[in-house]
């Protein structure tokens, strides 16, 4: 019962004695000697309590009259607590029936703890750089975290403010409360560029954003309770989920039309105005997930299909066949009508030994330079899948590859949030990232790399293998075309292949008009073959 008044009497005791902090944080260095310093005169205290209350209660005798010079005494000792609450009736509410020594004895324990109650006031009051709001300002700088994505620095706008006008008060207002669910920042190079010398009054923390493989990891926002993630993580994550989800949403759409349907709501979040390196509250993308989930979709869901989950079979190995016949059983042909056209792209890389750039979630990258015919002259090299989440990851960016380019909204999205990097085939069709993104030079080494593999390890001349590729796309009514053309021409005409570039299309020409001379020839001796049997007739 005692330690549960002790408890009870201490927290109200600490309430009165620390102001409150208007739910902010301040962090201060962990002083250890100055905790054993305080402990030791915490048993000291209890030490010589326990003396006095001998010495005191040797020559009193308490029985229940006597209770109200109890109160006297606690309130003595420790008016924050007895100033308004009495021993007595405490006693009385809890066990009237208590023997003499019972009493005593709680008596003591009040006596002991109001005592230690008092030196930890006496060492706050002493200490209050630790237990004062705001008092170590002028020797503290204000901090703000700088989050690094890649080679993009940003933070938080907010926090900026916050921190601005905490050094400057004279100078800078308190910002406004921003409630979400979207959370803006700056980049760094322009912060530095608009406050100049403000900020040498301010830490900057860097902070990396942390990913896992299927889930983006959580972000303590500009308010402590608040936790949120880049928005372009969001996107990706809702993607992913829908896929292989519980609910594999993916798989049991009907239609294109249900998929335009989800489209339309994910657009309201994910479109090319909202501003680069966005944050989002986790809770609003909670709610993003239930809004898709609680559309008037139900009744037109396929429920008895049964959804397929990705085959494992042990560490085989991986080839364009395994991708394919996944891809087949989960059955998303009849709303990504293209998807296995951009299969090959998975085996190209894994062909040319680059899985990793398959299965890294950080990177999201698949190739598309090279999609198309060329697979039939690729040597049949295999990956060998490490793990079931290895398999996963390779048919999970297929689809997500598939969906940003049948989409235009969310490829101007991803543009917008400065991620053209994360999908190639979006760096090397988007000029604006292409010029000015150093890790393209390094793509093109590895497209250039990537070729001169399969170069080399095909029994074909380079000239016969693109003229493979381009005779199977030259009909210009293949919904292929365009897009196979941009890629091919702003893939060879770059990379130092311009010869075998301008040989392909010399050589495509050529059998044209080969073509063409010999079908007139041939029409041509026909006709000369017709005149000279009517001749002889």
């Not at 933070?155 to 406004?176: G, R, S």
């Not at 909204?409 to 090397?428: E, Y």
Request: proline content about 3%.
């Amino acid at each position: 019962m005692s330690c549960a008044y002790f408890y009870m009497d201490l927290g109200h005791f600490l309430k009165q004695l620390v102001k409150k902090s208007n739910g902010k944080l301040e962090f201060v260095e962990f002083n250890t000697e100055l905790l054993k310093k305080f402990q030791k005169k915490v048993d000291l205290a209890i030490l010589k309590a326990a003396n006095d209350e001998d010495a005191f209660f040797a020559t009193q005798n308490l029985h229940v009259k006597q209770m109200v010079k109890m109160d006297t005494i606690l309130e003595k000792l420790n008016p924050t607590i007895w100033k308004n609450k009495k021993f007595s009736k405490e006693l009385q509410r809890s066990n009237g029936g208590m023997s003499t020594s019972q009493r005593t004895k709680l008596f003591r324990t009040f006596c002991v703890h109001s005592r230690i109650m008092n030196e930890l006031k006496t060492f706050v009051d002493k200490r209050p750089d630790l237990f004062e709001w705001n008092t170590n300002a002028p020797t503290v700088p204000n901090t703000v975290r700088i989050f690094e994505d890649a080679k993009h620095q940003f933070v938080f706008i907010t926090e900026l403010e916050n921190a601005l006008h905490q050094a400057f008060p004279d100078k800078f207002q308190e910002p406004e409360e921003e409630n979400g669910p979207f959370y803006n920042t700056i980049g760094y190079e322009k912060v530095l560029e608009e406050y100049g010398n403000f900020v040498e009054k301010i830490l900057f923390i860097k902070v990396s954003i942390p990913r896992v493989t299927h889930k983006s990891t959580y972000v303590q926002g500009p308010k402590r309770e608040i936790f949120c993630i880049l928005l372009i993580d969001a996107f990706f994550q809702i993607l992913k989920s829908l896929l292989f989800g519980k609910e594999r949403l993916f798989q049991r759409l009907k239609g294109a039309d249900q998929l335009d349907r989800i489209c339309e709501e994910l657009a309201k979040t994910f479109h090319p105005d909202q501003k680069p390196f966005c944050f989002i509250n986790v809770e609003y993308v909670k709610k993003i997930e239930s809004d898709i989930k609680n559309l008037e979709l139900n009744k037109d869901l396929s429920k008895d299909k049964h959804l397929h989950d990705i085959r494992f079979f042990g560490r085989r190995d991986f080839d364009f066949c395994y991708l394919k016949d996944e891809l087949d059983l989960m059955d998303l042909a009849k709303i990504f009508p293209k998807i296995q056209l951009f299969a090959p792209a998975v085996q190209i890389l894994v062909a040319s030994g680059r899985s990793d750039l398959i299965i890294d979630s950080s990177k999201n990258a698949i190739d598309m330079s090279l999609v198309g015919n060329l697979t039939k002259c690729l040597p049949q090299q295999k990956f060998v899948a490490k793990e079931l989440s290895n398999v996963y990851e390779i048919v999970e960016k297929t689809v997500l590859l598939c969906f940003v380019f049948q989409f235009e909204t969310f490829r101007q999205f991803i543009h917008t949030q400065k991620k053209c990097h994360n999908l190639f085939p979006l760096l090397a069709t988007c000029k604006e990232c292409r010029t000015t993104n150093p890790d393209y030079v390094l793509y093109r080494s590895f497209q250039e790399n990537t070729v001169a593999a399969i170069f080399t390890k095909s029994d074909s001349t380079p000239e016969s293998v693109f003229n493979e590729y381009f005779n199977h796309f030259f009909d210009k009514k293949s919904d292929l075309w365009d897009f196979v053309k941009l890629i091919c021409d702003g893939y060879l005409s770059v990379n130092g292949y311009q010869k075998v570039y301008d040989q392909v299309m010399k050589n495509s020409k050529r059998e044209v008009e080969v073509s063409l001379s010999t079908s007139a020839q041939i029409d041509k001796k026909r006709e000369s073959g017709d005149e000279k049997k009517k001749d002889e007739q």
